[in-house]
Structures are given as C-alpha cells and as structure tokens.
T-cell receptor, first 116, second 107 residues
Framework: DTGVSQDPRHKITKRGQNVTFRCDPISEHNRLYWYRQTLGQGPEFLTYFQNEAQLEKSRLLSDRFSAERPKGSFSTLEIQRTEQGDSAMYLC??????????????FGPGTRLTVL | SQQGEEDPQALSIQEGENATMNCSYKTSINNLQWYRQNSGRGLVHLILIRSNEREKHSGRLRVTLDTSKKSSSLLITASRAADTASYFCASGSRLTFGEGTQLTVNP
C-alpha cells in the first residue's frame, strides 16, 4: 500500500506528558499537511509543509505544538505538556507537486489521541 | 470560522434511494472538493469541481457548483449501505471543512 501512513494509530497519555506522531506521505508528494479533528466536527488545518519548509501554521497551533519535516519526506507532530483538550484525531495529508495550489489531498488514517 | 457548511447535518435513507447533500461557503474559491469519512477513519477524496465548472460526474456521484450562490450539492444515486459515512465539502489549499453530513443508508 503506497498511501499516507500514520503512526501510532492510537495514543493514550496522561495530562502533562509529551507525545509525538509520525506521518509518512505518498513518496512523490512534496506537500504535507496536518489537521486536527474533534468528535462531530470537520478537520481543522494545523500546518503545512512544502518539502522541508513549514510554510504556514494555524493559530490553533499553540506553542506546545511543533511540527517538523527534516528531510522533506516524513513529518512529526509533537505536543508538549498535553492537556485534555488536545484529545482529538490528528490527520496527515499529502499532495503532489503541481501548478495548482488547491489540488486533491490524500489523507492518512489518523492518530487518535486520548489525554487522561 | 468554517468555510463550508453542509446541510443537512444528518440524513437517513433506504438502500437504493438517492441522497442529496448541500454545502455553502463564504469566500471565493478556485475549486471545491467533497470527501467521505467512515466512522473514526481518515478522509477519502471523492470529487473536485473547479470554479468554472457547473456540474461533474463520477460513477454514482454528481456534484454541482453555483458560484453565484456560493453553494454546491453532492448527489449519490442508488445508495448502498456501504455509502454510510460522513460527507464533507472543503475548499482552499489549506482545506477548510464544514461539520459534515452524516449519511446513514439502511439496508
């Protein structure tokens, strides 16, 4: 399967702990996105990479959140000092290099975070 | 604020019937996309319609776009139980989603 993969699929942590999620995009895709989705809501944009450069961050991305894509391939999303409000599904998506700024994004299965 | 707002929030139909979902958006768009999400899983892209298109078909899916009304509709014909999912419209390069329509197709 050459789709977007995310690891882990589920994470349960205690409040105050740090967590890190990984996303592996489709291999030829240079654009990578992170979204957060809470129950009953649509996904909300968090941040966007083109190759290794983080080009945009949402206001939702507090100082406790950091994302990296060091070699322009996989990406990590770290949440420090987790809070119960961080409980959500974290989705990663990727899209191919293209002249169009709004191409189809291909989503991974998500990482479901539960903060106790 | 969310760009796309889907209507209705929930829709329950019998297998074989058609399902229509609507989406309204607020700002100008280059294109609009529809995604499906099965319970607790990732999103699957269904169809993209560009701002200069009025209608697009893909299998049992038909999407319309009315840029003057800032609205789009998704029609699923001859629905199947496997179509049970949440459906979202989204626009922009940093996709902005609505809350979705939860479609239930009863066998």
């Amino acid at each position: 399967d050459t789709g977007v993969s995310q690891d882990p699929r589920h994470k349960i942590t205690k409040r105050g702990q740090n967590v890190t999620f990984r996303c592996d995009p489709i291999s030829e895709h240079n654009r990578l996105y992170w979204y957060r989705q809470t129950l009953g809501q649509g996904p909300e944009f968090l941040t966007y990479f083109q190759n290794e450069a983080q080009l945009e961050k949402s206001r939702l991305l507090s100082d406790r959140f950091s994302a990296e894509r060091p070699k322009g391939s996989f990406s990590t999303l770290e949440i420090q000092r987790t809070e119960q409000g961080d409980s959500a599904m974290y989705l990663c998506a990727s899209s191919p290099p293209s002249g169009s700024p709004a191409d189809t994004q291909y989503f991974g299965p998500g990482t479901r975070l539960t903060v106790l | 604020s969310q760009q796309g707002e889907e209507d209705p929030q929930a829709l329950s139909i019998q297998e074989g019937e058609n399902a229509t979902m609507n989406c309204s958006y607020k700002t100008s768009i280059n294109n609009l996309q529809w995604y499906r999400q099965n319970s607790g899983r990732g999103l699957v892209h269904l169809i993209l319609i560009r701002s200069n298109e009025r209608e697009k078909h893909s299998g049992r899916l038909r999407v319309t776009l009315d840029t003057s009304k800032k609205s789009s509709s998704l029609l699923i014909t001859a629905s199947r139980a496997a179509d049970t999912a949440s459906y979202f419209c989204a626009s922009g390069s940093r996709l902005t989603f609505g809350e979705g329509t939860q479609l239930t197709v009863n066998p």
